[in-house]
T-cell receptor
Framework: DTGVSQDPRHKITKRGQNVTFRCDPI?????LYWYRQTLGQGPEFLTY????????KSRLLSDRFSAERPKGSFSTLEIQRTEQGDSAMYLC????????????FGDGTRLSIL | AQSVTQLGSHVSVSEGALVLLRCNYS??????LFWYVQYPNQGLQLLLK??????LVKGINGFEAEFKKSETSFHLTKPSAHMSDAAEYFC??????????????FGSGTQLTVLP
């Protein structure tokens, strides 16, 4: 169990640029989640995959956001035309659909928009 | 719909004193409840979880929590605080759906400070 891995850990970009984050879940986990955490708040759910299928999306996931999990393993989260309000920590989590398994979180990608 | 309220955004205790972090939830169906801890610039680490069965749940690092359905609460306690417990703590709830937990709804967190 190598844990959930996220890359990069930090991203600084100018407003209007596109950014992409990657998440590698724990290898046997078929469920993958993305959350956003702003300063002083708890994480907020963005979207969820079971294998390669994106099964739930939050209303927070505007049309500038897109997430993929093409082969049911790693996932990417892309933000197009970034805005100041996109500055946050983006967290990825994974678990299995067997039993009452908790979600295991990565260390997140901190996005700063200049 | 489900929600979580954590009373007290900041809690300070002396080293060796009791830690009590409060969490109340709202859920229209039987909930699964979790406590996570977050250290600066890191992700969330699971402390403990309640799904079904025994309402007093023991977790890592000496923490425990009790599910009280009548009070819709899931408060986190530790008998004796240690300096290393200083961190942010999040209570979270999810609803049972098709046999496995899905999206988590988090409280806004409680920052625990441990004073020497």
């Amino acid at each position: 169990d190598t844990g959930v891995s996220q890359d990069p850990r930090h991203k600084i970009t100018k407003r209007g640029q596109n950014v992409t984050f990657r998440c590698d879940p724990i290898s046997e986990h078929n469920r993958l989640y993305w959350y956003r955490q702003t300063l002083g708040q708890g994480p907020e759910f963005l979207t969820y995959f079971q294998n390669e299928a994106q099964l739930e999306k939050s209303r927070l996931l505007s049309d500038r956001f897109s997430a993929e999990r093409p082969k049911g393993s790693f996932s990417t989260l892309e933000i197009q035309r970034t805005e100041q309000g996109d500055s946050a920590m983006y967290l990825c989590a994974s678990n299995t659909d067997r039993g009452n398994q908790p979600q295991h979180f990565g260390d997140g990608t901190r996005l700063s928009i200049l | 719909a489900q929600s979580v309220t954590q009373l007290g955004s900041h809690v300070s205790v002396s080293e060796g004193a009791l830690v009590l972090l409060r969490c109340n939830y709202s859920s229209s169906v039987p909930p699964y409840l979790f406590w996570y801890v977050q250290y600066p610039n890191q992700g969330l680490q699971l402390l403990l979880k309640y799904t079904t069965g025994a309402t007093l749940v023991k977790g890592i690092n000496g923490f425990e929590a009790e599910f009280k359905k009548s009070e819709t609460s899931f408060h986190l306690t530790k008998p004796s605080a240690h300096m290393s417990d200083a961190a942010e703590y999040f209570c979270a709830v999810t609803r049972l759906s098709s046999g496995s937990a899905r999206q988590l709804t988090f409280g806004s967190g409680t920052q625990l400070t441990v004073l020497p």
